[in-house]
């Protein structure tokens, strides 16, 4: 199934590929920025995996067109409790159930959560390649309520990401300081703030973004008006 499923403007696919060795099927996230070539997103981790023995989609994923609504993203794929061969137990390690029922499913995300960077309780940082901006605020999307965060927002060890604007170089910038930004605590998308001091200011001007986050995991950022 190929489509633009979010805000990106390049196109997006997800393809079954089958295990040979479970006898099975499972759907990895591909994408092409160029019109012409495709790469994996992650060659060895499935973007919609099995979900064990007596699932009713524990053998076979078929996804079609994704359909992006009021910021989420539908899935609806194809499911099949059964191994793709028709051996008996063609299966070593027993997780598939009779090659009897199938089913419509669909599965749900937020828009844009496709891939995110991900930090546990040591600080994640991340820096963008320079760029130049037109908006008036950054905004950022990410999640702080994975099975890593044991600890509520706020609290000292608990989710956080700040957001530091630097220059071309990769030198600081007076007033967009990691010091200066306000932090973030809970899962959402955010407006990042720095004080008193204003980003349009930085318009135009090449820049770096520098991230640094724990116990979340950071998916996108844009410039907004």
Known sequence: AVGHYGRVDYPQALLPVHQTHE???ETYLLSNRNGF????????????GQRGK??????????AASIVHDNKV???YGAFCGSHSKQINPNPLGRLGPPKHTA????TMP?????????????????????????LKLQI???ASLPIDNVS???RGGPQVRVSVLTAMGDPISGFGIGDCKPMYKSGIHEVSWGDADLSDLQERRIRLRFEFRHAALYSYRFIE
């Open 23 to 25: 006898q099975a099927f």
């Open 37 to 48: 070539h495709w790469t994996w997103t992650d060659r060895y981790r499935p973007f919609l």
């Open 54 to 63: 007596g699932t009713y989609d524990a053998g076979y994923m078929g996804p």
């Open 74 to 76: 539908f899935i609806f």
């Open 104 to 107: 419509i499913a669909l599965t």
């Open 111 to 135: 828009v844009d959560r496709y891939v995110g960077m991900l930090a546990g309780s040591r600080p994640g940082l991340l820096a963008t390649h320079a760029l130049t901006f037109r908006g």
């Open 141 to 143: 999307d990410f999640d």
């Open 153 to 155: 927002g706020g609290h």
